[in-house]
């Protein structure tokens, strides 16, 4: 049973940072490219980032480059999103997903896994 385990959000004000971390179990991690997404409330669910099953290649959304970092530590089972300057309309509910593919891809039907997605919220 594939398991995908968020962790890290919280409050914190217009400018700061966070570092999100998610763990999965239940497949071989290295294998599957994996994904972040966001949703805030009344709209859809939104990709954030992507990264290779290598760690080689990632891909962000134009709202986020050069503020956010995607990574993975497949020793660790773990990717990571680390978020620099962050603005209130940030705020969302996050959360990861393990790609069917090795490669990076952007749609939500790619992904097969979820978590159960982290609160960040932003204040002005």
């Known amino acids: 049973q594939v398991q995908l385990v968020e962790s890290g959000g919280g409050l914190v004000q217009a400018g700061g940072s966070l570092r999100l971390s998610c763990a999965a179990s239940?497949?071989?991690?290295?294998?599957?490219?994996m994904g972040w997404f966001r949703q805030a409330p009344g709209k859809e669910r939104e990709f954030v980032a992507a990264?290779?099953?290598?760690?080689?290649?990632?891909d962000y959304a134009d709202s986020v480059k050069g503020r956010f970092t995607i990574s993975r530590d497949n020793g660790k089972n773990t990717v990571y999103l680390q978020m620099n300057s962050l603005k209130p309309e940030d705020t969302a509910v996050y959360y990861c997903?393990?790609?069917?593919?090795?490669?990076?891809?952007?749609?939500?039907?790619?992904?097969?896994?979820w978590g159960q997605g982290t609160q960040v919220t932003v204040s002005s």
């Open positions: 990264i290779s099953q290598s760690g080689v290649s990632t």
């Open positions: 997903a393990t790609s069917r593919f090795r490669g990076i891809v952007r749609g939500t039907n790619h992904y097969d896994y």
């Open positions: 239940g497949r071989t991690f290295s294998n599957y490219a």
